[in-house]
């Protein structure tokens, strides 16, 4: 599942029918319907209905996925939150902030029940235990593993009482943590928000640094953002040039490419640089 391509991932709120539409025009991998954070309290059941039949409008315009992020499970709206996804033609669920297996294994028994037992689950680890647990979670209990995983720093730092900075020494650690968890579990990784939708050249560096980490793609809570997350975790031209150079020194026995070594790691590499810029070996 960790080759499920997932570079640029649009956040939209769920109550916002007219935004939801022009996501259409995007070009995310995926749009998230939000029903949690972008809607407020007194408006949860009112948005869930704007947002399943927006989602019924948006599904057949897009070729990338779309999700539904429903309310936390200890919630009063997560099972009406759940039920909703399997009456629109959604993807897939969003399940943030999550702290126990019993959470991932209560949705996925809510989904089979609902008759969609093919829905891709994706979840949030944004939170001290999330992120502590990261390993153990992103294993997944008796529903299997979750198909990817977000890191949602800005919940992460309240969570623990930091202070949010443009540096981001503060979520180190923690975006480094999930981000290796997903990968022992073979999950697609998605990095932390950038919140000044209007900075492009900070964007750019955050998602740069996201790539060298390990992430294979973005959140973007503004549509602007979207063609900047794709061109970060795209392979190049010239990169994808690089890596069939690899795979053939490899294959001829040849030690050395442009003046640096090959072996088994590089030939790794160059194979995952194919993978996410969909081209044949």
Request: one cysteine or more; aromatic letters at 4%.
């Amino acid at each position: 599942m960790i080759d499920l391509l997932l570079r640029s991932v649009l956040l939209v709120p769920g109550g916002r029918a007219d935004m939801i539409a022009k996501t259409s025009r995007a070009g995310a991998d995926a749009v998230i319907v939000d029903l949690e954070d972008a809607v407020a309290d007194a408006d949860k059941d009112t948005a869930r209905a704007v947002a399943t039949d927006a989602i019924g409008e948006l599904r057949p315009r897009v070729e990338g996925l779309v999700l539904l992020r429903v309310n936390p499970s200890a919630t009063r709206w997560f099972e009406a939150d759940v039920a909703a996804v399997a009456a629109s033609p959604a993807d897939g669920v969003v399940l943030p902030k999550l702290e126990r297996v019993a959470q991932l294994d209560e949705l996925a028994v809510q989904l089979r029940a609902a008759g969609r037992p093919d829905a891709l689950i994706v979840v949030g680890l944004e939170s001290g235990r999330g992120v502590a647990d990261a390993r153990e979670l992103l294993a997944g209990g008796d529903g299997g593993a979750p198909a990817a995983v977000y890191f949602g720093a800005e919940d992460f730092v309240a969570d623990l009482g930091g202070r949010r900075t443009v540096a981001g020494a503060e979520v180190l650690y923690a975006r480094s943590q999930v981000c290796l968890a997903a990968r022992l579990a073979a999950v697609a990784a998605l990095d932390q928000v950038v919140v000044d939708f209007n900075d492009d050249e900070r964007y750019l560096a955050d998602a740069q640094a996201a790539a060298e980490l390990g992430y294979g793609g973005k959140l973007c809570i503004h549509p602007r953002q979207v063609p900047l997350a794709n061109a970060v975790f795209t392979p190049t031209a010239a990169e994808v040039a690089h890596a069939r150079e690899v795979l053939a020194a490899g294959s001829a026995g040849v030690a050395v490419v442009a003046g640096a070594m090959v072996d088994e790691v590089h030939l790794k590499m160059a194979r995952a640089v194919l993978r996410r810029a969909g081209a044949p070996e």
